[in-house]
């Protein structure tokens, strides 16, 4: 009973705050209600057969040490993204599409320049750099058939309506580069080669290439340390491993927090608990 009448004010007080917040700052506690509203949505955890060996995943891997199997991989859900003649799969379409939207009512005319690839046509792409340039420059720039993302239909180029600096490094220093790159994680978007990434991605900085991977792990991404998609992939992979708890554990932890309930409050164990008394 003493720790209840003690508990009580305590409780009644805590309520009035919340109340009070509620009522004078309506917009703050919305703020701090959105991420409890988002991480309701979460979706589960990807598998590590998801992450690694399924190529319709939205989390899939694809790189020049990592190709698409099977290499002829071909996205079942393409559709053409409006106001382009461009294919991308049904949801980063969809995303791309918002994606202009926004950009265009913050002030930036963001082309779409390429999307979707097929194994073929990626063929011919790279042999065409191939016969240009020689091997290695042409593997630096661009993917041999059945290791491009384009393949995926969740990567897409853009560029400027004015067409100055098309696949050039120099894109990520117009206003439209710099819009994407801050805005792209909110409709799903990552940046997949940065700038001094091309010890891990393999690839030199293109700031107009984009690659969808949902709008929840494009915000993990951007918010973690993680500096590739290759480390956020791979930090992913880690954790996909880890075994969660068994029923049978998660009842024995739930058993003993139970016992915690009914020991003395702790303020009496620091300064002595007598139990005969
Ligand atoms: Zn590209």
């Known amino acids: 009973m003493f720790s209840l009448r003690r508990g009580l004010p305590a409780l009644l007080l805590g309520m009035t705050v919340l109340v009070s917040a509620l009522g004078a700052a309506p917009a703050q506690a919305a703020v701090q209600l959105a ?57 980063a379409a969809t995303a791309l599409e918002d994606l202009l939207k926004a950009g265009r009512k913050d002030g930036h005319s963001l082309t779409m320049l390429s999307a979707y690839r097929s194994f073929e046509r990626q ?45 050039k490094a120099c894109f990520g220093e117009t206003a439209g580069g710099k819009w994407l790159a801050e805005n792209a994680q909110r409709f799903g978007f990552i940046i997949r080669y940065p700038a001094d990434g091309e010890k891990t991605t393999g690839y030199k900085y293109e ?30 992979v880690k954790a996909s491993k880890i075994k969660p708890l068994t029923e049978a554990q998660i009842k024995e932890q739930r058993e003993s927090l139970m016992v915690l ?17």
Request: charged content about 25%; some cysteine; aromatic content about 10%.
């Open 123 to 167: 063929k011919s792409l790279f042999n065409q750099y191939k016969a240009r340039y020689g091997l290695d420059y042409a593997t630096r720039i661009s993917a041999p058939a059945g290791t491009s993302e384009h393949q995926l239909g969740l990567s897409a180029d853009l560029g400027l309506a004015n067409s100055s600096c098309d696949l």
């Open 261 to 277: 309930r009914f020991l003395p409050p702790y303020r009496d164990w620091s300064v002595g608990y007598d139990f005969a008394r």
């Open 207 to 236: 700031p107009w290439h984009l690659r969808y991977i949902g709008v929840e792990h494009a915000q993990a991404m951007k918010s973690s340390q993680a500096k590739t998609f290759e480390d956020y992939h791979a930090a992913l």
């Open 35 to 91: 991420p409890v509203v988002s991480s309701d949505k979460k979706t589960k955890p990807p598998t590590t057969d998801e992450l690694t060996k399924d190529p319709a995943s939205l989390l899939v891997l694809v790189s020049r040490t990592n190709p698409l199997k099977p290499e002829n991989y071909l996205p079942k859900d393409l559709r053409t993204v409006a106001g382009s003649g461009d294919q991308l799969r049904n949801g």
